[in-house]
């Protein structure tokens, strides 16, 4: 990508006068400097920006912030360039994903370095984009080919697009030109790559409808079938006006969808209506590309729903059958919402050669994410080589990840290969990068954009064909501001960011977690447990666990150890739980205070959310509004 023309957006005249200057030495075309988002957008309108340098305050009541989302729509990068260091501007100024940040006072160096940086990430997400368009024409045309049902075939097909366009839910249905629906199905998500199919019979069945009130529901109008993205308000909006699409959202708790419909040669019109748990998760880049593939889908949905029309025997629940080898993520246990987000970035970056840096608390299992990326992508032939860079002595790190000659110093006996040499043509994983001594940053941010390294007293560069993940536990803008942290290497490093949620928040997961573990250490130790005990889990659910899955493990160890006669004792549960749990109270209870018990518990766990990912509906496995109606029903205050 060429970045020649660039736009600066600052309201301080000699900021914008030294930027100016700077540019045009380095040889760049500054097509205009503005001092309001209005005057930014004017000039936006009259040129072809290939970047912009954007001021967090301007003049005007708009800030540069709310410029960067305008340019998030126009895909226009832009680096902010701001003396302010307020916690919540930047966290602000984050969700833009702007291709850099440079802090007041600047170095020249400081713009030109962040200009080649940007240029990098948008040459990075333009191939990622490239890549995905590619692989969904390929994937439609084959699965097309194949010898399955039209059900199988636009299943598979809907699971395919899940890791570039996110949902929980699709509904899609055939239009005829007489406005007549035909092939209504629903595909709910169940876990990594298992999808379940059901038709508008099935529905019907489950919501407890009739025909006729199925029909007053659903009706035909625009906002079933224009092209659009709903988030937000929008999404509010929509439901009124499409009592359909309300009562999708409301029995599977979503909150944005994305409705794209496909015009086939014969008239008809095929609708996909994206739904996700995650709210304002669509956006243009989405639709795009949907309309990339329009001229592929139409072709052949025509074929596939011939197929429906010729009255191929409708196969109801039926489930995908086109998961990922086991291996690819042997373990990474659990399916809630905001761990299938984890493994849907993974797959989309797996086969590239970008780096990826994961973050996320101790414990959550950083250093199997990257592994898993490893397994998936074309150099699962060559090692992966893990550096925990907090474990290595100040004295030895250089020689250690770079190597050194014979002689190099006082007791270099002998040549040694470093961490980046033995890694070639495979993967170095960095966990704990923010512990990296400074100095020795600017030689890893050498390694990535040159591809070799030097050897301690080598006299000539190594080359080295590579792939780099880095994880971290630390906050690394933080870490920047204190200046323990080079801008330009997390940058460059942060391309691809995975964060990976902390246990307590993909709670869901936990009965899947304690299971793993009660099968892999009970095992091991040579005990014979069957189950875990209602009362043992319910303690289990109640903790927060701030040493998340890694506490979890050694808390299952422990209490497998301490187990008798086959049977998990919550008692053994050293937990620091401070509330006395209802269910070990003696007495008998009702049914109604059982279950007024049980909600109010799960309402504590999920800090009083109701609807949405994580929120107790989601846990308790019933519609929001069937939970806010017992709520109210059992005097529940929240």
Not at 34 to 62: C, F, M, P
Not at 109 to 129: C, F, Q, T, V
Not at 471 to 492: P, Q, V
């Amino acid at each position: 990508m060429k970045i020649e023309k660039i736009l600066i957006v600052e309201d301080e005249f000699i900021v914008a006068h030294d930027l100016q200057m700077i540019l045009q030495r380095a040889g760049y075309q500054v097509v205009g400097i503005a001092d309001s988002v209005k005057n930014a957008q004017t000039l936006l309108e009259k040129h072809q920006v290939g970047l912009v340098l954007l001021d967090i305050y301007l003049k005007g009541r708009l800030t540069g912030i709310d410029l960067a989302h305008d340019l998030m729509k126009r895909e226009i990068p832009f680096i902010y360039i701001s003396a302010n260091s307020n916690e919540r501007v930047l966290e602000a100024a984050k969700s833009t994903c702007p291709y850099g940040f440079i802090v007041k006072p600047y170095r020249e160096r400081d713009i030109l370095l962040s200009i080649d940086i940007a240029r990098y990430r948008k040459e990075n997400s333009n191939n990622m984009k490239m890549s995905s368009e590619r692989f969904m024409q390929d994937f439609i045309v084959d699965i097309s080919m194949k010898s399955l049902s039209w059900q199988k075939k636009i299943l598979a097909i809907s699971a395919a697009f899940q890791p570039y366009i996110p949902f929980d839910f699709i509904a899609l249905s055939g239009i005829a030109r007489d406005k007549r629906r035909y092939g209504e199905i629903g595909i709910t998500r169940k876990n990594f790559d298992q999808y379940d199919l059901f038709t508008a019979n099935e529905f019907l069945k489950y919501m407890g409808l009739s025909r006729a009130d199925y029909d007053t529901i659903n009706q035909l109008v625009p906002e079933t079938t224009a092209d659009a993205i709903y988030i937000g308000d929008d999404f509010e909006g929509v439901k009124r006006a499409a009592p359909m699409k309300n009562l999708i959202a409301t029995t599977y708790h979503l909150y944005s969808n994305l409705v794209k419909t496909f015009y086939l040669e014969n008239g008809d019109q095929i609708s996909f209506s994206f739904y996700s748990r995650t709210e304002n998760i669509y956006q243009p880049a989405h639709m795009e590309l949907l309309n990339f593939l329009s001229g592929t889908l139409e072709k052949k949905l025509a074929h596939i729903i011939e197929l429906e029309k010729a009255g191929i025997k409708s196969v109801l629940h039926q489930e995908s059958d086109y998961p990922l080898a086991k291996k690819d993520f042997e373990n990474i246990i659990g399916k809630s919402t905001a761990l299938l987000s984890v493994l849907d970035k993974i797959k989309i970056v797996a086969p590239t050669d970008t780096s990826v840096l994961i973050t996320g608390e101790s414990g959550t299992g950083k250093e199997e994410i990257a592994k898993s990326i490893h397994r998936l992508s074309h150099r699962n032939t060559k090692p992966i080589v893990a550096v925990n860079c907090a474990a290595l002595p100040a004295d030895l790190i250089e020689s250690i990840l770079f190597g050194h000659e014979k002689g190099a110093f006082t007791g270099a006996i002998n040549s040694r290969v470093g961490k980046f040499e033995e890694a070639n043509g495979g993967t170095i994983f960095l966990d704990e990068i923010g512990e990296m001594p400074f100095d020795l940053q600017a030689k890893l941010l050498r390694v990535l954009q040159e591809k070799e390294i030097e050897r301690i007293g080598g006299k000539q560069p190594v080359k080295v064909d590579l792939r780099i993940i880095a994880a971290t536990n630390l906050n690394l803008e933080k870490e920047i501001a204190k200046g323990r942290f080079r801008l330009d290497l997390f940058y460059r490093l942060n391309v691809f960011p995975i964060h990976v949620p902390k246990l307590c928040m993909r709670k869901t997961d936990i009965p899947l977690l304690a299971e793993y573990f009660l099968q892999k250490h009970a095992k091991a130790v040579g005990k014979n447990i069957a189950e875990i005990p209602t009362d043992f889990m319910d303690r289990l659910m109640l903790y927060d666990w701030p040493g998340n899955i890694r506490e979890l493990e050694h808390v299952m160890l422990r209490s497998i150890l301490l187990s008798s006669n086959g049977v998990l004792n919550p008692d053994h549960l050293e937990l620091g739980i401070k509330k006395e749990d209802p269910l070990t109270q003696n007495g008998i209870k009702t049914i109604i205070d059982n279950e007024r018990d049980h909600i109010i518990r799960v309402l504590e766990l999920c800090k009083g959310k109701v609807a949405g990912s994580g929120g107790a509906a989601e846990l308790l496995g019933i519609p929001a509004t069937t939970l806010n109606s017992k709520i109210k029903k059992l005097g529940i205050k929240r």
